[in-house]
């Protein structure tokens, strides 16, 4: 393809974006363009919209996976282009669009110049935005039959030089996950607060101590940010004394297991409560979790050397950044790395109204993907 209609694709994708497990329309024309790039395999429907693309070139050698997500999120365009979103209130305000065509273009790559051994599956994941995607899929039986050796991703970064690599050994994205705990004891009159059981003492302490556990050294294996999100207690009634409330926290660790580690304690806490006041209905809600993206030092080394084959600048990132990133659930299960390819020094931030995927570096993360296959196949 020239690069002329990878940009055209890239903007057709922008136009009509679609929310996380909406994929459908999105999976198809992606399905449409990579029929024209003839893999070996085409299989739709995995994890839900999902699409990989399977390249078989030669039974002996390595099996890789490259995976680009899909889905947009829930902000409005704002950027005046022509190609704006037509969907209002849905945007490609991630660059999960810039994503899908790099894999498309990657695709195009090895249609045109076939490696001389392995195979190379090509995942196009729904679902990133609420950590759902990457699990679905890995549960899909198309998964669970398939060898991986390595798996890769990459994701567009603003603030960064255009083209340039940004990678790690060991965590790249924080562990992440979200929680909501909902408490109902009972009311009474606001005159008899006693008479009430109020939520009030409960959810305060699960706030100081998801405070006490905040360790905002980035770099550190201890690195814990609680954030809490949304509390609140009783309802607008003058009359009445407070008697349910509720807590969100957003909770990220440097690693997966401190995360779980917090995750228990948690739960923990809320179990012990439970047990000294029975007659509170408590209910613990996880959600949208994304694990760790923990880059295997082999893995991250074909990513620097294919960045210096391809001259592009590298960067090595000194601390996991702090953003979930649901690629994390390969790289638990393969040895494999996310890196970072810069958008540009003054390109508007991620999930801001404003931003909007630079197409410049779209030739230069399939070239990326192209090379770090080649090196791993056929060294």
């Known amino acids: 393809m020239e690069i002329e209609e990878l940009y055209r694709i890239r903007e057709m994708l922008h136009r009509y974006p679609e929310l996380s497990g909406q994929e459908q329309a999105t999976s198809q024309r992606v399905a449409q363009v990579l029929e024209a790039l ?40 704002a950027a005046e282009i022509p190609y704006a979103s037509e969907h209002p209130g849905v945007a490609h305000k991630c660059g999960h669009d810039g994503h ?55 994701h567009n970064l603003p603030g960064y030089p255009a083209g340039a690599v940004v990678c790690r050994e060991g965590s790249f994205t924080c562990s992440v996950v979200s929680c909501t705990v909902e408490v109902e004891g009972k009311t009474a009159h606001a005159a008899e607060p006693e008479k009430a059981l109020s939520p009030t003492p409960l959810l305060l302490r699960l706030l100081r101590e998801a405070e006490g556990w905040d360790c905002n050294q980035p770099g550190s294996a201890a690195y814990f940010r609680s954030t809490l999100i949304e509390l609140h207690i009783g309802e607008e009634a003058y009359g009445v004394a407070a008697g349910r409330g509720l807590i969100r926290f957003t909770f ?27 007659a509170f209905r408590i209910r613990l809600r996880w959600q949208e979790p994304f694990q760790a993206n923990e880059n295997h030092p082999e893995a991250a080394a074909f990513v620097r050397q294919a960045a210096a084959a391809l001259q592009l600048p590298y960067v090595e990132a000194a601390t996991p950044f702090a953003w979930g990133e649901d690629f994390g659930a390969f790289t638990q299960r393969y040895r494999g790395a996310m890196f970072g390819l810069g958008a540009g020094e003054h390109v508007a931030p991620l999930h801001s109204p404003g931003y909007d995927f630079p197409n410049a570096i779209i030739n230069d993360g399939a070239r990326l993907f192209y090379r770090i296959a080649e090196r791993i196949v056929q060294p």
Not at 51 to 68: C, D, K, N, P, S
Not at 112 to 132: I, Y
Not at 261 to 276: K, P, S, T
């Open 38 to 77: 003839k893999p070996t395999h085409l299989h739709t429907g995995i994890g839900g919209y999902g699409v990989v693309a399977e390249y078989v070139f030669a039974e002996e050698g390595e099996t890789l996976l490259f995976r680009a997500d899909m889905d947009a999120i829930a902000v409005d365009e």
């Open 100 to 154: 899908t065509t790099i894999l498309l273009a990657f695709a195009d790559l090895l249609h045109r110049a076939p490696l001389r051994r392995g195979r190379v599956l090509l995942a196009f994941q729904p679902a990133e935005e609420t950590g759902e995607g990457a699990v679905q899929m890995l549960e899909d039986p198309f998964f669970k039959s398939k060898r991986i050796d390595y798996a890769f991703a990459l």
């Open 252 to 278: 990220r660790a440097a690693t997966e297991n401190l995360l779980r580690e917090r995750m228990q304690e948690l739960e923990d806490l809320i179990a012990a409560a439970g047990e000294q006041q029975p």
